[in-house]
């Protein structure tokens, strides 16, 4: 347990001496807050939980996947392979290194939007919507896992996430809602990995309670989640491709 928890306070303060990490996940979500509020400032209840996950999906797609490669990149990875230590202790102080990051990311989000635009949070909400929050990140950063086992270098592995994360943001009800989609993709929308988590997370958030198709929703994530991380585990590699 010592082992483990020196690792974690380790890469933890590694990826806070990152300015990539830094700007991206801490400075550019109060910064989104901003501007959605200046532009849309009568929605910012409809869109802070957007941001959230918006910036979840951010995170896992390029943030965490970025960390990993930037870890194999720069030999961590290989001389933690050389060490005695388990590789479950690695992966288990990835893992909830990234959650915590992501859990900070998302507080920063809440509480811009109760402090600059009165979104109206009780606990019941929080205590609902932190639960969704964190199945969203676990299956976004399983997903940003197949873009580090695939990609070459770190800035191909931010290329290939943000196009991923700029397509479904305006399209996976964050930004715009499903009503203003054409009718053919409203039909596909349903299926994409960010939409049940935005589903989730704003009913918890906003209304306190469980979306009425809450199961349906986790299940999908469930899907998403156990086949990225079957494939990226496929794909993980302790040293960066020749």
Same mark, same amino acid.
Request: charged share 10%; net charge positive.
């Given at each position: 347990?010592?082992? *483990?928890?020196?690792?974690?306070?380790?890469?933890?303060?590694?990826? /806070?001496?990152?300015?990539?990490?830094?700007?991206?996940?801490?400075?550019? &979500?109060?910064?989104?807050?901003?501007?959605?509020?200046?532009?849309?400032?009568?929605?910012? +209840?409809?869109?802070?939980?957007?941001?959230?996950?918006?910036?979840?999906?951010?995170?896992?797609?390029? %943030?965490?996947?970025?960390?990993?490669?930037?870890?194999?990149?720069?030999?961590?990875?290989?001389?933690?392979?050389?060490?005695?230590?388990?590789?479950?202790?690695?992966?288990?102080?990835?893992?909830?290194?990234?959650?915590?990051?992501?859990?900070?990311?998302? @507080?920063?989000?809440?509480?811009? %939007?109760? /402090?600059?635009?009165?979104?109206?949070?009780?606990?019941?909400?929080?205590?609902?919507?932190?639960?969704?929050?964190?199945?969203?990140?676990?299956? *976004?950063?399983?997903? %940003?896992?197949?873009?580090?086992?695939?990609?070459?270098?770190?800035?191909?592995? @931010?290329?290939?996430?943000?196009?991923?994360?700029?397509?479904?943001?305006?399209?996976? +009800?964050?930004?715009? &809602?499903? +009503?203003?989609?054409?009718?053919?993709?409203?039909?596909?929308? &349903?299926?994409?990995?960010?939409? &049940?988590?935005?589903? /989730?997370?704003?009913?918890?958030?906003?209304?306190?309670?469980? +979306?009425?198709?809450?199961?349906?929703?986790?299940?999908?994530?469930?899907?998403?989640?156990? %086949?990225?991380?079957?494939?990226?585990?496929?794909?993980?590699?302790?040293?960066?491709?020749?």
């Amino acid at each position: 347990m010592k082992r *483990f928890l020196i690792l974690t306070k380790a890469i933890f303060l590694m990826h /806070l001496r990152n300015g990539f990490v830094l700007f991206w996940n801490f400075a550019f &979500p109060a910064l989104l807050m901003l501007i959605y509020g200046v532009v849309m400032s009568q929605y910012m +209840d409809y869109m802070t939980p957007g941001v959230i996950v918006l910036n979840a999906l951010s995170f896992g797609l390029v %943030g965490s996947s970025n960390m990993m490669l930037e870890m194999r990149e720069k030999s961590v990875l290989r001389r933690m392979q050389a060490s005695p230590l388990p590789a479950g202790q690695l992966i288990g102080s990835y893992l909830l290194v990234n959650l915590l990051i992501g859990i900070l990311q998302s @507080t920063l989000i809440i509480i811009a %939007g109760v /402090l600059l635009y009165n979104v109206p949070v009780s606990a019941l909400s929080l205590a609902l919507a932190y639960p969704m929050i964190l199945a969203g990140l676990l299956a *976004f950063m399983a997903l %940003g896992g197949i873009i580090s086992g695939v990609a070459a270098k770190a800035g191909t592995a @931010t290329a290939v996430g943000m196009t991923i994360y700029s397509s479904l943001m305006f399209i996976s +009800d964050m930004v715009f &809602p499903l +009503d203003m989609l054409p009718n053919w993709l409203r039909s596909v929308v &349903p299926y994409l990995p960010a939409y &049940p988590v935005v589903q /989730l997370v704003r009913s918890a958030l906003l209304e306190a309670t469980l +979306d009425p198709n809450w199961v349906t929703h986790l299940l999908l994530l469930a899907v998403y989640g156990i %086949g990225a991380t079957f494939i990226a585990a496929k794909l993980f590699r302790w040293e960066p491709k020749a």
